[in-house]
Nanobody
Framework: QVELVESGGGSVQTGGSLRLSCVVS????????MGWFRQAPGKEREGVGA????????YYAEFAKGRFTVSHDGAKNTLYLQMNSLKSEDTAMYYC?????????????????WGQGTQVTVSS
């Protein structure tokens, strides 16, 4: 079993930055493919970015490219999402997800394990 706990959310003004963290515990060796998703009220959960830890490849949604960075610290068993130049439309609950095998990175149904989420609110 893999447990994921997100933190780092909060309220920030337009143009600001936040760094989200996702600590992996339990059978962390099973978390080979990890991603960040977000869900705004009334909208579907969508992929933000992901990393295949076996080959160290990252993937991003178009809206995230150039503003968001996914990274992983193996020594700390922690996944990060650095978010810069935040916009009001980035307001959402952000979730960390993990899978044992390869995943279609933006497909939420390919991930076995999920965190509880951390709220990000961007206001002008």
């Amino acid at each position: 079993q893999v447990e994921l706990v997100e933190s780092g959310g909060g309220s920030v003004q337009t143009g600001g930055s936040l760094r989200l963290s996702c600590v992996v515990s339990g059978n962390s060796a099973s978390a080979n493919f990890m991603g960040w998703f977000r869900q705004a009220p009334g909208k579907e959960r969508e992929g933000v970015g992901a990393v295949d830890l076996r080959i160290n490849s990252t993937y991003y949604a178009e809206f995230a490219k150039g503003r968001f960075t996914v990274s992983h610290d193996g020594a700390k068993n922690t996944l990060y999402l650095q978010m810069n130049s935040l916009k009001s439309e980035d307001t959402a609950m952000y979730y960390c997800a993990a899978n044992r095998g390869i995943a279609r990175w933006r497909d939420r149904y390919d991930y076995e394990f999920w965190g509880q989420g951390t709220q990000v609110t961007v206001s002008s």
